[in-house]
């Protein structure tokens, strides 16, 4: 079982930026942020497959987010900029050995973090 540590979150004014920080205890295959929003589904936003670091994001955020990997460091960066209100959620960073097209899919991760809170205020 990997262990993950999110960190970085905050709150800003719309327009605004965060960076959310995904640390792992070891090396593990892809790592994706989700986010669940009060009295709303969790949602996938973003995955990193390794180590060739190719991704996929989720439509909303197209654009404005962007996911890195620091090999070295077992860590993913989420650089969120542009924050709208609807960007309010909890943050959530989660990790699986393995690839699936359906990287948006809470089943297919079995390793997850704890949360980091993300608040934009209007």
């Known amino acids: 079982q990997v262990q993950l540590v999110e960190s970085g979150g905050g709150s800003v004014q719309a327009g605004g930026s965060l960076r959310l920080s995904c640390a792992a205890s070891?090396?593990?295959?892809?790592i994706a942020w989700f986010r669940q929003a009060p009295g709303k589904e969790r949602e996938g936003v973003v995955v990193i497959y390794g180590p060739g670091g190719s991704t996929n994001y989720a439509d909303s955020v197209k654009g404005r987010f962007t996911i890195s990997r620091d090999r070295a460091k077992n860590t993913v960066y989420l650089q969120m900029n542009s924050l709208k209100p609807e960007d309010t959620a909890m943050y959530y960073c989660?990790?699986?050995?393995?690839?699936?097209?359906?990287?948006?899919?809470?089943?297919?991760?079995?390793?997850w973090g704890q949360g980091t809170q993300v608040t934009v205020s209007s």
């Open positions: 989660a990790a699986s050995n393995y690839y699936s097209s359906d990287w948006y899919l809470e089943s297919h991760y079995n390793n």
């Open positions: 070891a090396y593990i295959y892809s």
